[in-house]
């Protein structure tokens, strides 16, 4: 019982304080456009990478999704597919794109992709069984997530020449597979010198993530 209890405080105050951060991020504007060029088509090699390169930054969306991708690998077993599945399915869904497909309200399914990736993680020490069906269901959903995100991608490349176009599908696969490479040993590091503490701090991270997603949902017209 007790150590229930000592638990209980560290709990609301990672929720207090994702909730405060929520706050914050309610209070800044959404207007942090998804295309690096400022809208503008990429017209070479060097502009389409860099563009693909930052449209998955510049996206606190997308940011955040990949990196709960990454965060929710660690401790599972094979949990590394859950990333690399999402972004293969990026560029299926900017193919999608490419090829004047229309998916059902992307916005919508990638904020609630957010939330859900964002919730998972926050109760994620919760889960118990069989690790690696667990991680074939996340992965499963990171490639459902992917095809919305990558359809999204897509707005900031269609119209543009093979050249760009290549090197935009680089440079946003690379740039995802990096950040939630940083977010799984960044994850690993947490929970080997933090052990004692790194269910909690997985669990403000889960809310701050699922509070971003919340964001963008109330955000949409």
Sequence with gaps: MSSISSKQPLTRV???CAIATLFFLSLT???????????R????????FFSGLAHPIIGLDHFAF???SGLLAV???NGILIPVAFVFATLMGTGIHLQKLDLFSPELMIALSVITFGLLLSLKSRFSGNSNLYTIGLATLGIIAGVFH???YGESIVGAQMTPLVSYLAGFALIQLAIACGAFFGGRLIKEK????SVNVMQFLGLLIAGVGGVFLMGIK
């Design 14 to 16: 990672s929720s207090i």
């Design 29 to 39: 504007t959404r207007t942090l456009a998804h295309h690096a060029l400022g809208g």
């Design 41 to 48: 088509l990429p017209v070479n090699g060097f502009e389409g």
């Design 66 to 68: 990949v990196v709960a």
């Design 75 to 77: 401790g599972l077993e």
């Design 150 to 152: 990558g359809y999204a």
């Design 194 to 197: 933090f052990a004692n503490k």
